[in-house]
């Protein structure tokens, strides 16, 4: 969609002459995000508070050009991709951290600041700001908050959502509105935090989070485990679960993804290993030592290999940065994949991870599975080659069959991505119609018009069907 | 060296996934996607694809890069970035050639470095007219509008006589070769001096001859040699690059040479892979064979002092004393991630009587980039304050480093930031704690 002129004009006088982009060399740097599709955007604008970003929404709401909010552009189901052009509304300026009470525990911070920048800023007061997505050290708040981020610790300490206490928010009409409180506490009125936290961007525009911290742990014990077989790997985790110890952690990396690990880094690992948990425990001295030990005992239980503990910073370090590398080396087995981050009951993951087997075998594809087994997420990736016709349709084949296994054992589709263009086909697999139509009325309520990040989540906005391929 | 087109498998790795937003440090002056790997990658592969021009636009963003590597580093599907922004400032030189003073910079370059004595030796005996010496600091600043240099820079001043000068009038000249014999001569080695050490800092490169010396290598610096290329290759000029490259292999011939040396982390990765990238492709063999002898004679002089020469045995670590003076190390990105050389450096400069204090994000690039500094004075500033405050945030007397350019730029950064720390080449400390002294008469 190319913009009308004076609408250009007045987005222009909105945010001024030096943060609007509308070459094309630029609005191709504003037109992906992690899933690498290219969406080009009309005009890239960099606002720098909300009242600029209210007087964008109400130009958008009148003239009908679609608006797309953006973070860092690390997300992988295409939320902030403008795929009915419009403008992308860039929130890299507003990167400020406000203010971090530490009588009271909070955070209040501008939506581009970044996940890991904040971590380190509370950590250096002794407090503790737990979601962790792998792509920590360059996804901002904001995105979190939209796509309400998950990420390793979430056993222990729960995702982005169970520490967003009040937000501020311009809506799709160009209002801004305060939700939510600043105390742990609150029940008045709709939980309107809540509904905007993982929302995708579509129904409105965080320009202001306050977020809860915790005091920082003592101590981190970090310890990689091997496996001969990745459903043995499955049941140590549900053993660890079920025997009371509360990890922050437990990763699980099964053999295809190992495979690719090995060959973009020396990691030591030696062959015949089919599957790595990477457990993480944290808390005071004496507490770990002792849960360390039953997880140690219940990994051997289980045909645990071989146990290394992490004994410096530099060791955990690099433990840690082999899970983060995985997802984009999977790039090396071929060169498309469809990254499917479902969840189901943690007592299932053998299940699933035995199930995904079978869809790999039947459809002849590859497909490797790692992510949070603590929490049962498990991020599936069907790799194919594009260019192949046949490759292509079979391995959408294989994500509606892995879909269908996770409903059937009682899970969900995303844990943590979101749905955005890339779920969009498959909501129905998982919601029954009268809930999606409470969700389109409730899009409708705030958007009448369609204009905010239009093209996510739901495949027809109203009255359409939203039944898969 | 590879042009832009036939990059197209090294591009297509890229899956945009973000990671080096985290550590560009272009990016993360401007935080504008453009600015970052992801961008520029984008921008090359839609300029490969045809769906943009080489218009000014992707000019200009492609020239903001330091190529320091930290996106390859951290790219798990080893993207090369800096290879395909070469490739890409490549275009533009190919389609438009280089800017007139780039050009008139690399005829002079492309000769033996005596012809820009000349030509750099009449230009010093105008320093006083142009610069005013800033007091305690060894700077200058400017006193007139001088073309291309920004009114707040730091201007290194030219030496009084180049190394390269000095050592042709030393007498120890034997067939075009300077030679300085060790007492126990037990190896051969050929010292690299490169543009920045010759003209500038020729204390670096008399320093480098006396320790190599000390340990017992007998050194040669061939006087016809040349500029390593790096400056041409890094504005995307290959053929000067490759002459340059080629003038450097004649140059080092026939000595016998067991390794060739550098205390110019930017040289030394010239001298051991750009070489390799620039003459190997060529189809021809016999020039493939003398290349990759020459590379594989190469070591950086800190690592040949640690791994090959055994100075740990004749100057071991003054661990233990407190009372040591405390220094901090910065990584220049030419030697920590082009050539993985960290642990070395810091081993002499415990040899040298220091104790190190490590600054936050050691191997983050001091924003200098080669020429990028010299297109870019503001850009490069910026990035180089980050690296002021992280040097002096650690309350380090002496911050050392391995790299002729990194010094001048960490001097210009700390002296924005107003900081009295003084910037030093790791051999120069060593050189000095073997004198007796403490090495500082730097500059």
């Known amino acids: 969609m190319i913009m009308d002129r004076r609408d250009i004009e007045k987005l222009t006088s909105i945010v001024g002459r030096g943060n609007i982009l509308t070459d ?60 009915e052009g419009g403008v992308v509304v860039s929130l890299e300026r507003m990167n400020r951290i406000l203010e971090i009470d530490e009588e009271n525990l909070l955070a209040v911070v501008e939506p581009g600041v970044v996940n890991g920048d904040l971590q380190m800023a509370v950590e250096r007061l002794g407090l503790f700001y737990p979601p962790d997505p792998s792509s920590m050290k360059f996804c901002t708040i904001g995105g979190n908050i939209a796509e309400c981020a998950g990420g390793p610790r979430a056993v222990k300490y729960g995702v982005t959502r169970d520490y ?5 928010v311009v809506l799709p009409d160009g209002g801004i509105v305060d939700t939510g409180v600043a105390t742990i506490k609150g029940v008045v009125g709709y939980d309107l935090t809540r509904l905007f936290v993982g929302s995708e961007g579509t129904l409105g525009i965080v320009t202001r989070a306050t977020l809860k911290l915790l005091p920082l742990p003592e101590a981190f014990n970090t310890m990689m485990v091997t496996f001969k077989d990745v459903v043995d790997g499955a049941k140590a985790v549900s053993a660890i679960i079920r025997s009371g110890v509360v990890p922050t952690a437990v990763e699980i990396i099964d053999g295809v993804s190992i495979g690719c690990v090995k060959d973009g880094a020396a990691t030591g690992i030696p062959d015949g290993v089919d599957a790595i ?29 071989d146990i290394k503990i992490a004994s410096s910073k530099k060791e955990v370090k690099a433990l840690w940065r082999l899970r983060r590398a995985l997802s ?67 391995a959408w084949e294989a994500v509606k069959a892995v879909f269908e296994l996770v409903v059937r054992l009682g899970g969900t589709i995303s844990g943590e991505h979101g749905v955005g263009t890339a779920k969009a086909p498959y909501i129905s697999m998982e919601l029954k119609p009268p809930v999606i139509n409470v969700m389109k009325d409730i899009k409708d309520l705030f958007d009448p018009k369609g204009i905010l990040n239009p093209g996510k989540i739901f495949q027809c906005h109203r009255g359409g069907s939203d039944e898969g391929p | 060296m590879k042009v832009l087109k036939e990059l197209v498998q090294e591009l297509d790795r890229c899956v945009r996934c973000g990671t080096c937003r985290g550590v560009c440090p272009t990016f993360g002056v401007i935080l504008r996607e453009a600015a ?70 690399m005829k002079g370059l492309n000769r033996p470095h005596t012809f820009m004595s ?100 007998d050194v040669f610096v061939p006087l016809k040699q040349v500029c390593c290329g790096m400056p041409a290759l890094g504005m995307g000029d290959v053929k000067d690059a490759k002459s340059l490259a080629l003038r450097n292999l004649d140059a080092f011939e026939g000595l016998d040479l067991d390794f060739i040396t550098t205390s110019c982390a930017t040289c030394g990765e010239a001298l051991k892979r750009r070489f390799k990238d620039l003459l190997l492709d060529a189809g021809d063999p016999a020039t493939g064979r003398r290349v990759e002898e020459y590379c594989g ?131 120069e400390l060593l050189a000095g704690r073997l004198r007796g002294g403490e090495g500082m008469n730097s500059g």
């Open chain 1, 24 to 83: 094309k060399e630029e609005r191709i740097c504003y037109a992906y995000d992690a899933t690498n599709q290219l969406h080009l955007p009309g005009a890239v604008l960099f606002p720098a508070s909300a009242t600029e970003i209210s007087r964008i929404m109400t130009l958008a709401n009148r003239q009908g050009f679609p608006v797309t909010p953006r973070g860092a552009g690390s997300g992988f189901t295409g939320g902030s991709l403008p795929v």
């Open chain 1, 164 to 168: 967003v206490l009040g937000l501020e």
């Open chain 1, 277 to 305: 948990l990477l457990i993480e425990l944290d808390g005071d001295r004496g507490s770990i030592d002792r849960d360390a030990a039953s997880v140690k005992d219940l990994c051997l239980e289980n045909n645990g290999l």
């Open chain 1, 328 to 394: 984009p080396s999977l790039a090396r087995i071929k060169p498309n994949k469809l990254n499917e981050d479902v969840v189901v009951p943690r007592s299932k993951i053998p299940d699933l991870l035995s199930g995904v087997r079978d869809v790999s075998e039947d459809k002849g594809l590859m497909i490797p599975c790692f992510g949070h087994a603590g929490d049962g997420n498990i991020h599936v990736n069907v790799m194919y080659d594009a260019r192949d016709k046949g490759e292509t349709e079979r």
């Open chain 2, 36 to 105: 970052s790997a992801r961008g520029k990658v984008s921008l090359a592969k839609s300029y490969v694809d045809g769906d943009i021009a080489l218009s000014r636009t992707f000019i200009r963003h492609i020239s903001e890069c330091v190529l320091c590597g930290a996106c390859e580093e951290v790219c798990a599907n080893d993207v090369p970035v800096p290879d395909i922004i070469i490739a890409a400032r490549g275009e533009k030189v190919r389609s438009e050639g280089l800017p007139f003073t780039a050009s008139a910079v």
């Open chain 2, 118 to 217: 000349l030509a750099l030796r009449v230009a010093s005996k105008f320093q006083p007219a142009l610069f005013k010496k800033v007091p305690k600091e060894s700077g200058m600043r400017r006193r007139f509008p001088v073309p291309l240099v920004d009114k707040d820079r730091l201007v290194p001043p030219l030496a009084g006589k180049f190394m390269l000068d000095t050592l042709k009038k030393s007498g120890k000249v034997e067939r075009g070769v300077f030679v300085s014999r060790s007492r126990d001569s037990k190896v051969r080695v050929g010292f690299f001096a490169g543009c920045l050490t010759n003209y500038i800092s020729p204390n670096i490169g008399i320093a480098s001859i006396e320790v190599l010396n000390r340990v017992g290598a």
């Open chain 2, 297 to 427: 004679k190469v070591r950086d002089i800190n690592a040949l002092l640690v791994n090959e020469l055994g100075i740990g045995d004749i100057i071991p670590a003054a661990a233990g004393d407190e009372s040591r003076k405390v220094a901090t190390y910065h990584d220049p990105c030419h030697l920590r991630r082009s050539q993985g050389i960290k642990e070395e450096p810091r081993e002499l400069l415990e040899m040298a009587g220091l104790r190190i204090k490590e600054m936050n994000h050691p191997c983050r690039c001091c924003g200098l980039g080669g020429s990028f500094n010299l297109t870019h004075y503001g850009f490069s500033m910026e990035i180089g304050k980050k690296k002021a405050e992280d040097i002096d945030s650690t309350g380090a007397e002496i911050a050392a480093t391995a790299c002729p350019g990194c010094i001048l730029q960490i001097k210009d950064g700390l002296h924005h930031v107003g900081s009295t720390v003084k910037v030093v080449h790791v051999i």
